[in-house]
Nanobody, 125 residues
Framework: QVTLVESGGGSVQAGGSLRLTCAVS????????MAWFRQAPGHERERVAV???????AYEDSVQGRFTISKNSAQNTLYLQMNSLTPEDTALYYC??????WGVGYPGLDDWKHWGQGTQVIVSS
């Protein structure tokens, strides 16, 4: 059974930082991508950052330069360092793991097979 468990959310003031952690267990294949998504009330879920099995990363434009996705493969842990937070970053943040994936590009929305329950981030002005 695959489980993804997020932690590290909370309430911060604008300009502050948070580090989200996702503990992953049960994935038996080697090559896959992991990502952080977020969903704010009244908005669709959006991918914030993605990292592939080689460690190559990509970011949504609004978080580029402020957020950093990383992973510790030995510990099956995914991270999202979030700096210079703004109220627009307020959302429920999810980690996700894709189907087996290698090659060019990143998974589409339907290719994210495993999801965590989410951790809430609230940024006040």
């Amino acid at each position: 059974q695959v489980t993804l468990v997020e932690s590290g959310g909370g309430s911060v003031q604008a300009g502050g930082s948070l580090r989200l952690t996702c503990a992953v267990s049960g994935i038996t294949y080697v090559d896959y991508c992991m990502a952080w998504f977020r969903q704010a009330p009244g908005h669709e879920r959006e991918r914030v950052a993605v990292i592939d099995s080689d460690g190559t990363t990509a970011y949504e434009d609004s978080v580029q330069g402020r957020f950093t996705i990383s992973k510790n493969s030995a510990q099956n842990t995914l991270y999202l360092q979030m700096n210079s937070l703004t109220p627009e970053d307020t959302a429920l943040y999810y980690c996700a793991a894709s189907i087996p994936w290698w090659g060019v590009g990143y998974p589409g929305l339907d290719d994210w097979k495993h999801w965590g329950q989410g951790t809430q981030v609230i940024v006040s002005s």
